[in-house]
């Protein structure tokens, strides 16, 4: 047995408010957490002692996620629920360990499978906050490891940048890394339908899901300050779509009708499918006859669920136009109030399968649309669109 030890100290640089700019390498500025992920591995397998330490804001609970650069594949963990989608990874507290106070730590483990290299992760995030990139290969601090096999050593740096988290075998998948302004570009617009007023859409480098560009939008209520970021569906190549985003609110989703997604559907009058939220829970609503997902009464909002504020959450949506189904998932699970499967359901999609449905989208728009006056601050990162579910 070939046996591996390496550790990671990796820093988390805080991103403060609004105005903190994230920079990858050392600096003053004191660290908003380490991690250090230990392993000890064979041929095919490992594990991985991995310990968090907090050094920003005291949290209730904890999410780490970072990802693989090899074909390494969790299959069990302890004092921790991981959950692996393709490279993705994610490790989330149980109710006996999520309290983690400033400079307090919290270990947990796992087992995995792996063939080729098993290199240690880069770009740990602690609760939405990225760790940053870990010292350069020439350091002298980091412990170096050690094997009777010697493992490759090749650094994992590259000139074209990370892909984005997950979605690479997706048609459209953006972690706004490549945008060099404070407008967003290439195959993004900003903009709104009828009339424009005071939301705002811009590049913001103050806080990310990957890397250290998201897109913020400043939305302010009533109908005409609504702002989003658009692009085109076209290329896609299906009727039958699979869209995966992250989104990270300021404030929690109101009582009055929102929505921070629309899609134009040519097939029902060129008018709005919209997600978005409605008495404090997460819903979709047709513009063309204003049907909402789930119906509003409190059987129906009880089955969808709200958006947590402060921290990244991601959004997982399945629109089928030939069959017209829709379905849903947040932080993975599906949101059993936001399906609509063809069979109608009373306080769910009886209302929605009133009229026959068969939607063909041709945009995706991310921004805020209140129809009272209801404001929000939120960031968008890892948009993806593509014909297979992509993950988290
Ligand atoms: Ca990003």
């Not at 400043?218 to 085109?232: D, E, V």
């Not at 190549?237 to 009055?256: A, C, E, Q, Y």
């Not at 958006?307 to 932080?331: P, Q």
């Not at 068969?358 to 209801?374: C, I, K, M, N, Q």
């Amino acid at each position: 047995m070939n046996r591996f030890a390496g550790a990671l100290a990796a820093l988390c640089l805080a991103a403060a408010g609004t105005t903190a700019v994230v920079v990858a390498g050392p600096a003053a500025a004191a660290p908003a957490c380490s991690v250090a992920y230990r392993v000890n591995q064979w041929q095919s397998g490992y594990t991985a002692d991995i310990t968090v330490t907090n050094g920003a804001t005291t949290a209730s609970s904890w999410t780490l996620t970072w990802h693989y650069a090899g074909n390494q594949s969790v299959t069990s963990a302890w004092n921790a629920t991981v959950r692996q989608t393709g490279t993705a990874v994610t490790a989330q507290s149980l109710s006996y360990n999520g309290a983690l106070p400033a400079g307090g730590s919290v270990s947990f483990g796992l087992q995995g499978t792996y063939s080729g290299t098993n290199d240690t992760p880069t770009d740990f995030a602690l609760n939405g906050v990225s760790c940053g990139d870990p010292a350069p290969p020439t350091s002298t601090t980091p412990t170096t490891p050690t094997s009777t096999t010697p493992t490759s050593t090749t650094p994992t740096t590259t000139t074209s940048g990370p892909p984005p988290a997950g979605c690479t075998s997706a048609a459209i998948c953006d972690d706004f890394e490549q945008q060099t302004g404070s407008t967003p570009g290439g195959r993004w617009t900003v903009g709104a339908a009828n009339c424009t007023g005071t939301g705002t859409v811009a590049v913001d480098s103050s806080v990310a899901h990957s890397g250290s560009r998201s897109i913020k939008v400043t939305g302010q209520g009533g109908y005409c300050n609504h702002a989003f970021l658009g692009t085109s569906l076209t290329g896609v190549g299906s009727n039958h779509l699979f869209g995966r985003f992250w989104v990270r609110h300021t404030t929690p989703l109101p009582t009055g009708h929102v929505a921070f997604m629309a899609m134009r559907d040519t097939a029902d009058g060129g008018r709005d499918l919209r997600a978005g939220g409605q008495n404090q829970a997460l819903q979709w609503n047709r513009e063309s006859d204003d049907a909402t997902l789930p119906a509003q009464s409190p059987a129906g909002v009880a089955q969808s669920v709200p958006l947590a504020t402060g921290t990244w959450s991601c959004f997982e949506f399945e629109v089928d136009g030939a069959a017209g189904r829709l379905r849903t998932w947040l932080n993975s699970a599906e949101v059993p109030g936001l399906v609509v499967d063809g069979v109608p359901t009373p306080d769910i999609d009886q209302q929605w399968l009133a009229k026959t449905w068969r939607p063909a989208v041709t945009d995706l728009r991310l921004g805020w649309e209140s129809y009272a006056g209801d404001a929000d601050t939120l960031w968008y990162d890892d948009v993806a669109v593509g014909t297979t579910r992509i993950g988290c």
